[in-house]
């Protein structure tokens, strides 16, 4: 009997491995059937697999070289704590900010809730202010 933590490892693998590949479906596949996902900077949220879905194809579109540098990870039985720094090239939309054209990277925690054997969503803490200097910005620019 394989126990909960090495359950929630293995889960967690499958995601970031799904994530490296950009296989949109894999990921999808670690998810309870309606997952959320927050961004904690912005007060963006995606909801259900259809949004979740969206949210990774508007990150692979507007950062397609996206790569998260793991830091650390704590796994628990009830929540996986990822400590990263994410980087890449802002050439398209990211977070409903235009493209940039510039090489950003900034700390990234995301938390994985678990949900019985699947992910609930993820919740992504970083500073807007070091994402928003890095791309040019002095403060979020207005929406057109």
């Not at 996206?66 to 398209?92: C, P, Q, R, Y």
Request: glycine share 10%; net charge negative.
């Amino acid at each position: 009997m394989i126990s909960k933590l090495h359950y929630n490892k293995r889960l967690w693998q499958k995601h970031v491995l799904a994530e490296n590949k950009r296989d949109i479906p894999g990921l999808l596949a670690t998810l309870v059937d309606n997952p959320l996902y927050e961004i904690m900077a912005t007060g963006l949220q995606y909801k259900g697999k259809e949004g979740v879905a969206s949210f990774y194809q508007g990150l692979f579109d507007g950062m397609p070289d996206a790569n998260f540098n793991l830091k650390t990870v704590t796994i628990d039985e009830n929540m996986v704590v990822e400590e990263s720094v994410f980087e890449g090239t802002h050439t398209g939309s990211l977070f409903n900010l235009p493209p940039s054209g510039r090489f950003i990277t900034f700390p990234l925690i995301i938390m994985f809730p678990v949900v019985g054997d699947k992910f609930g969503g993820e919740r992504m803490y970083f500073d807007m202010n070091t994402l928003l200097k890095q791309m040019g910005y002095d403060s979020v620019p207005e929406e057109e």
